[in-house]
């Protein structure tokens, strides 16, 4: 049997990457460019059995896939912009509270309502640092759709082995342009469903509790077993504490459940790294306009290499590290003033080979706005 093979959008092949996760839950409020995963999913998900609900608003919107997670369902949300910003308390919520969802953020021109159909990189720190407070978050992205279909179930499944919310980073070129996906196969890539507690029911359950693995059974909201949820500091039933010793232990363990595992959250695509004086670094959209630069340079005789980080955070140092070991040159790749340029240059070894080629204009970053910088780099132009 051929598998189904489908020619569209960004927005649409992060749809078809969550409904293959399990996706049955969604809350959204529409704006621009995030609206069409809304739209697909008010049509797509009904027919699953799955519930979608147009909020008032995105806090509302978060606020409601918080609830349906609780609840038992894999829940996602998506938004853009000033959307996200409004998400930022709640998202706070839960990381706290350790509730397992999925965020898409497709970032346009800002800051403010700024340039809503134009491109953009701007909010990669906004998904580390958004919400207040110490705390740790995954941020996953992608430069195209095969790859965007694979890292939004990846992004389910992070979610659900360390109870947290996942962001997805996405940008405008990449939720609107066209090209192939092919769905895989039921079962060709691994799901991560829900790890349900086995203490019976008029047992003392304790939802904070981790196994020795550090993964946290959960209990429906409103079944069995009945619990406390907060956003305050929390001891192991979920009941608020104002205890040094508890809360030391829960940042920490907050914290150290993602920054201790970022070798399993690393996600990163190596081109022609192996001989390459010159590394380009890059995400998303960007990505393609180097890996385009690349090839064509090498095609010349240039030794160029691309290292695309599908993996922002927690910021997959080593793999940067290692990459820009033998580099002469770094060339970080980013429509933004620099948000992951500052990341890779407290990672190697001599920050001062590290460049940024970038555009903040709203214009797609080209392969020829790359080529010119590099040339500057190189001392070969002006």
């Given at each position: 049997m051929s598998?189904?093979?489908?020619?569209?959008?960004?927005?649409e092949a992060c749809v078809e990457g969550a409904l293959y996760a399990g996706l049955d839950f969604f809350a959204g409020y529409p704006i621009t460019p995030s609206t069409e995963i809304a739209e697909m999913l008010s049509m797509r998900l009904p027919k699953k059995g799955g519930k979608f609900i147009q909020m008032e608003d995105e806090i509302a919107s978060m606020c409601a896939i918080i609830g349906a997670s609780l609840t038992g369902h894999k829940s996602m949300t998506a938004t853009s912009g000033p959307g996200f910003s409004l998400k930022q308390e709640a998202i706070g919520y839960a990381v706290m509270a350790e509730v397992p969802c999925v965020v898409v953020?497709?970032?346009?021109?800002?800051?403010?309502?700024?340039?809503?159909?134009?491109?953009?990189?701007g909010d990669v720190m906004q998904t580390r640092w958004g919400t207040h407070g110490d705390h740790a978050i995954i941020t996953l992205t992608a430069?195209?759709?095969q790859d965007l279909f694979a890292i939004t179930?990846?992004?389910?499944?992070?979610?659900?082995?360390?109870?947290t919310p996942v962001i997805l980073l996405?940008?405008?070129?990449?939720?609107?342009?066209?090209e192939k996906l092919v769905i895989p196969e039921k079962g060709e890539i691994p799901l991560v469903e829900r790890l349900w507690t086995s203490v019976k029911e008029g047992t003392d359950y304790h939802p904070y509790l981790p196994r020795e693995d550090g993964r946290l059974p959960m209990s429906d909201f409103g079944g069995v077993h009945r619990y406390n949820v907060t956003g305050l500091v929390h001891d192991m039933w979920g009941f608020p504490s104002e205890d040094p010793r508890i809360a030391y232990g829960l940042m920490r363990h907050l914290v150290d459940k993602i920054e201790g595992h970022v070798k399993e959250m690393t996600h990163v695509k190596e081109y022609y790294l192996d001989d390459a004086d010159v590394v380009l670094i890059s995400y998303g959209s960007s990505a393609?306009?180097?890996?385009?630069?690349?090839?064509?340079r090498r095609a010349r005789g240039e030794r160029?290499?691309?290292?695309?980080?599908?993996?922002?955070?927690?910021?997959?140092?080593?793999?940067?590290?290692?990459?820009?070991?033998?580099?002469?040159?770094?060339?970080v790749v980013e429509m933004n003033m620099g948000q992951v340029t500052e990341e890779v240059?407290?990672?190697?070894?001599?920050?001062?080979?590290?460049?940024?080629?970038?555009?903040?204009?709203?214009?797609?970053?080209?392969?020829?706005?790359?080529?010119?910088?590099?040339?500057?780099v190189q001392g070969k132009g002006v």
């Amino acid at each position: 049997m051929s598998k189904k093979t489908l020619f569209l959008q960004g927005n649409e092949a992060c749809v078809e990457g969550a409904l293959y996760a399990g996706l049955d839950f969604f809350a959204g409020y529409p704006i621009t460019p995030s609206t069409e995963i809304a739209e697909m999913l008010s049509m797509r998900l009904p027919k699953k059995g799955g519930k979608f609900i147009q909020m008032e608003d995105e806090i509302a919107s978060m606020c409601a896939i918080i609830g349906a997670s609780l609840t038992g369902h894999k829940s996602m949300t998506a938004t853009s912009g000033p959307g996200f910003s409004l998400k930022q308390e709640a998202i706070g919520y839960a990381v706290m509270a350790e509730v397992p969802c999925v965020v898409v953020d497709v970032q346009r021109g800002g800051p403010s309502t700024g340039m809503p159909t134009k491109v953009s990189q701007g909010d990669v720190m906004q998904t580390r640092w958004g919400t207040h407070g110490d705390h740790a978050i995954i941020t996953l992205t992608a430069s195209n759709h095969q790859d965007l279909f694979a890292i939004t179930v990846e992004a389910f499944n992070l979610s659900e082995t360390y109870r947290t919310p996942v962001i997805l980073l996405l940008d405008e070129v990449i939720a609107h342009m066209r090209e192939k996906l092919v769905i895989p196969e039921k079962g060709e890539i691994p799901l991560v469903e829900r790890l349900w507690t086995s203490v019976k029911e008029g047992t003392d359950y304790h939802p904070y509790l981790p196994r020795e693995d550090g993964r946290l059974p959960m209990s429906d909201f409103g079944g069995v077993h009945r619990y406390n949820v907060t956003g305050l500091v929390h001891d192991m039933w979920g009941f608020p504490s104002e205890d040094p010793r508890i809360a030391y232990g829960l940042m920490r363990h907050l914290v150290d459940k993602i920054e201790g595992h970022v070798k399993e959250m690393t996600h990163v695509k190596e081109y022609y790294l192996d001989d390459a004086d010159v590394v380009l670094i890059s995400y998303g959209s960007s990505a393609r306009s180097a890996l385009h630069l690349v090839e064509n340079r090498r095609a010349r005789g240039e030794r160029l290499g691309l290292l695309e980080l599908q993996t922002l955070w927690p910021f997959p140092a080593e793999a940067v590290r290692k990459s820009c070991e033998r580099a002469e040159y770094v060339i970080v790749v980013e429509m933004n003033m620099g948000q992951v340029t500052e990341e890779v240059r407290k990672v190697v070894h001599d920050h001062e080979t590290v460049f940024l080629a970038n555009r903040i204009d709203g214009t797609f970053i080209s392969p020829t706005d790359i080529r010119n910088i590099l040339r500057v780099v190189q001392g070969k132009g002006v």
